[in-house]
């Protein structure tokens, strides 16, 4: 799973240069990804922080990491910050899956980055300010990235 998770943050750096370069929206890819990304930080990433340690303090940090998604989605850079979140995340787990995660910084920074992220990439897979075709096929890449992420989960 590390190994698609870096190429899929790969990908999403091109396919935000390809949006900004040509000005197309690429509402399938995106949402493809960001699926894909669902799959990772729910199965993958978040699980370990909701351990007995830290339950509640992850609860708390998650819940900072969505009001800070909150806070970013208010600039132009969307995708930037987007692209910054996965990979930060998927830096973070590549560097850190086989250390035990018990320390309370550790936690935090697992469940912030996981709030983070999984609502920006539920902002690709439900766009609020796309008209009906780009919204419908972004929910269609983010039901197929999901499922072909839980696939490598656990069959791959």
């Given amino acids: 799973m590390r190994n698609i998770l870096l190429v899929s943050c790969l990908f999403y750096w091109i396919l935000t240069g390809m949006t900004q370069r040509r000005h197309g929206t690429y509402p399938l890819l995106f949402g493809f990804l960001a699926g894909m990304a669902v799959a990772f930080f729910c199965f993958c990433f978040l ?14 940090a998650t819940g900072v990491g969505i009001f800070c998604g909150v806070w970013m989605e208010r600039f132009s850079i969307r995708h930037i910050a987007e692209g910054a979140g996965f990979t930060g995340a998927a830096l973070f787990y590549f560097f850190t899956q ?9 936690i935090l920074l697992t469940a912030w980055l996981g709030g983070y992220c999984l609502y920006m990439a539920c902002g690709v897979i439900l766009p609020e300010d796309a008209e009906k075709r780009e919204s419908f096929f972004a929910a269609l890449g983010g039901c197929i990235g999901f499922l072909v992420g839980t696939f490598f989960r656990f069959m791959g």
């Fill in 98 to 106: 086989d250390i035990p995660v018990n320390s309370f910084a550790v």
């Fill in 47 to 60: 699980p370990d922080a909701f351990g007995d340690e830290g339950f509640f303090l992850s609860i708390l």
